[in-house]
RNA sequence: GUUCCCAUCGUCUAGGGGCCUAGGACACCUCCCUUUCACGGAGGAUACAGGGGUUCAAAUCCCCUUGGGAACGCCA
């Protein structure tokens, strides 16, 4: 058995979302169990759609994934790192190239001149007739000779693949399905490099497997239709096909497969709303696989300990936001209250937040807030009372302060507050407070609580005061307290 | 249309002939904790698509039906 390499061959044509996320992880995960390789190739033949952006993009998203590739390109540079470059297909032209002659020269292949009206007129009639939208090419038995002629007479063509003679079923296993059984008139003559020379993804996709040993392919379900005309290439070639795994498609809601056409599904977008990159890969890696123990909570190396292909689940499915949520408050708990704090800042950056720069204060708030947020984007209001510019009397507040007693507990409080001459109080401190003011102003239970919480948060509802109130200093709580005093009249 | 793939709670899943009156997780409901909101804890409701076989025994194997999905590009 020879050495495990897979690869992830994104197309560099927008952002890497979360389908395109779970089949890098697959791979990296196959190779990680398996003592492989992991290639990350190219694929950017579509030189209308490709750009340097998305492939910056993607990379950077895999990167953030921790999704670590072992050959491809490199990370930072982007130049070529590894012994079977380019891996970027858009430089492997001549490889393709040569092939394709071999392919023409052995009458596997020939040249096509036909137009696009030719080509639309010949599908809509197949369609038409109840049959598959296959094309009938008239050049399909032109000699070499007259071909060449053509095009140096200034005619383009492309090059197809010849399937009329290949009548026979083409049958694999795939590691995730079985057996599957393909017809051989499933697919009609195909093409392999267009009339610009580019080579068409099924034949590259063969040429580069192959060419870079790849000895597993696990890719997504769609790929599976295009597994035939691959065969077809390998056993024109005269190569050994790697072994493949089609793994399920993730859904949406309609369970149809999961597009960007219908809500945020790139990994960028889940980054910005604070998710973290283990909380993603936790999610996606049960979309379709399942630990052996059972356990849901993994980390990366969990899930490469536990990694199997017969674990990979045949049917498709969808993606739940509410439960990947959920996973993120989750991978969220068990990271350090320091660690939490830096990944908080680029979100209270966007509120133009003043927080005290003390470390300690700022763990502590973290260890208050920590089990109330899901993703980090939740901190911004979570530590919008903390920040004394934005302190606000809601309209939520207003009942509360139109109770009767609620007067003498504002003043019983802001006096307290303000006697003790400390910078902060401590929780010991504040619980004192508390009792004193339920005394002085003869006011119990939610009459106590909730104005106070309104003279600390603006509102009455809201995190537990004993643990809010140490973090705010105590010229900044009486503040607070005179400013929701004066709205009384 | 044609071909291929798929089918367990609303969702992700466990299960691979007897351990299944089907287990876990998210969500939902109830209660407890809490003088708020959350967190946490304890319970609850909810699924083997339908029909035929095979077998002493079927969620599990086979067939059909139904339903869903994907693919049929000079996209990948």
Request: aromatic residues 8%; glycine residues 6%.
């Amino acid at each position: 058995m020879s050495k495990v390499r897979v690869r992830f061959a994104p197309s560099p044509t927008g952002s890497l979302h979360v389908g395109g996320a779970r089949t890098a992880l697959y791979n990296y995960l196959y190779a990680k169990k398996n003592g492989g390789e992991f290639v990350l190739r190219i694929e950017d033949t579509d030189e209308a759609r490709s750009s340097q952006e998305s492939l910056r993009g993607v990379v950077d998203d895999l990167v953030w994934l921790n999704l670590l590739w072992d050959e491809g390109v490199e990370p930072q540079t982007l130049a070529d790192m590894g012994p079977c470059a380019p891996y970027r297909q858009s430089e492997r032209q001549k490889i393709y190239k040569e092939i394709a002659e071999k392919l023409l020269n052995e009458g596997k292949a020939y040249y096509c001149f036909m137009t696009e009206a030719e080509i639309e007129s010949q599908r809509e009639a197949a369609k038409a007739e109840g049959r598959p939208p296959q094309i009938n090419s008239p050049h399909q038995d032109l000699s070499l000779a007259k071909a060449q002629e053509k095009l140096s007479a200034g005619e383009k063509a492309v090059v197809r693949f010849k399937t009329k003679h290949l009548k026979k079923d083409y049958i694999f296993t795939d590691h995730i399905r079985g057996q599957v059984t393909f017809p051989s008139d499933m697919v009609g003559d195909f093409v392999l490099l267009r009339s610009d020379g580019m080579p068409v993804y099924n034949f590259c996709c063969v040429v580069d497997d192959h060419l870079m040993r790849i000895s597993h392919v696990l890719r997504a379900e769609e790929h599976l239709p295009n597994t035939l005309r691959q065969l077809m290439i390998y056993e024109a070639m005269g190569w050994t096909p790697p072994e493949f795994a089609h793994m399920s498609l993730i859904l949406d809601e309609e369970r149809q497969k999961l597009s960007k056409r219908k809500g945020a599904v790139a990994t960028g977008h889940f980054k910005n709303e604070g998710y973290l990159p283990e909380a993603i890969l936790n999610f996606i890696a049960l979309l379709g696989w399942s630990h052996p123990d059972g356990k849901e909570i993994l980390t990366l190396q969990e899930m490469i300990n536990g990694f199997s292909l017969d674990r990979l689940h045949t049917s498709g499915a969808v993606f739940d936001r509410v439960k990947l949520k959920w996973m993120n408050a989750q991978h969220l708990r068990a990271r350090d209250n320091a660690e939490i704090w830096k990944l908080l800042q680029p979100f209270l950056a966007r509120e133009k937040m003043e927080l005290p720069m003390d470390p300690v204060w700022q763990e502590k708030s973290v260890a208050a807030f920590k089990t109330s947020m899901e993703v980090l984007a939740d901190g911004i209001e979570l530590y919008r009372p903390l920040n004394d510019k934005s302190f606000v009397v809601l309209p939520e507040a207003e009942e509360t302060l139109a109770w009767e007693p609620t007067k003498a507990v504002l003043v019983a409080w802001r006096d307290l507050v303000a006697a003790t001459g400390k910078e902060y109080l401590s929780e010991e401190e504040f619980l004192k407070i508390q009792d004193e003011v339920k005394v002085k102003a003869n006011a119990k239970g939610k009459n106590l609580f909730m104005p106070i919480r309104v003279a600390v948060i603006g509102k009455p509802h809201g995190t537990e005061l004993k643990i809010l109130v140490p973090l705010i200093k105590t010229s900044s709580l009486v503040d607070r307290a005179n400013k929701v005093i004066a709205k009384l009249r």
